[in-house]
């Protein structure tokens, strides 16, 4: 009893009786402030390392309408190029085609002063003509570019006196190929053939006459012979070989 009431007893220690609903209310409220500060930290900590959900929104949005920005300059540049490209084709294609005209009127002229300078020989008093009614002068006879066409040309010359009639007749060509190592000859156009259209003279002092025949694409050009006919009786005749 002593031991339990005496001075050497040992000391009590009186407590406030608390609830235990107090106390899970308390838990509860310093588990919400320990939430809400996390989170208070951690919004800050993206603030303050520039992960802002808002800001980051709107560098987004920005982002994507340069990117915008960026595909529609490109596709204006695009079209611009396929523009230019196109303009350069076609003044390439005009410079090309304006070369070919000067090309052209270049041959042109020059065989306008060839037979200029026929003519005045022919007009000249010391100017002599051939003794028949009508003579071939300047045949030529070239490639017209596709393989077995080619292009003819020559002057026919009335040597009759001026005051004569014109000279009526038609002109024929007579063709030499080289087909499977042998020798063909063929009419252009063809006597007496109904499908042939006549090549008809009719000149009173000079006559230009132009054109076109065709042999077959295996073939060999090897000589051409034109004729000048009245009547069936040749009157003329001239060869050259191409």
């Known amino acids: 009893m002593r031991q339990r009431f005496g001075v050497n007893a040992p000391r009590l220690s009186i407590r406030t009786h608390v609830a235990w609903y107090w106390r899970a209310l308390g838990a509860v409220v310093v588990l919400s402030l320990s939430l809400v500060l996390a989170a208070w930290i951690y919004d800050s900590g993206r603030r303050f390392a520039g992960f802002h959900s808002e800001e ?6 920005g982002l994507q309408a340069q990117l915008a920005e960026l595909r529609a300059e490109a596709v204006r540049l695009r079209v611009m190029a396929g523009a230019g490209e196109s303009a350069v084709q076609i003044e390439r294609t005009a410079q090309q085609q304006l070369s070919q005209q000067v090309q052209l009127l270049e041959l042109e002229n020059a065989r306008l002063k060839q037979d200029l300078a026929f003519f005045e020989g022919m007009l000249s008093p010391s100017g002599a003509r051939d003794e028949g009614a009508v003579s071939i002068n300047r045949l030529q006879v ?19 006196p001026r005051q004569a009639k014109p000279f009526s007749g038609t002109l024929q060509l007579l063709l030499k190929v080289r087909v499977d190592d042998q020798d063909v000859m063929i009419e252009h156009p063809r006597l007496g053939d109904p499908g ?46 191409p």
């Open 56 to 61: 980051s929104s709107r560098q987004i949005e």
């Open 196 to 241: 042939s259209q006549s090549i008809s003279l009719e000149v009173r002092n000079f006559q230009r006459v132009e054109g076109e025949f065709s042999v077959s694409a295996a073939a060999v050009l090897k000589d051409v012979e034109v004729r000048i006919l009245q009547d069936g009786v040749v009157r003329a005749r001239q060869s050259v070989n």
């Open 142 to 160: 070239e490639a017209a570019g596709t393989p077995g066409k080619y292009r003819y040309r020559l002057l026919v010359v009335n040597n009759l």
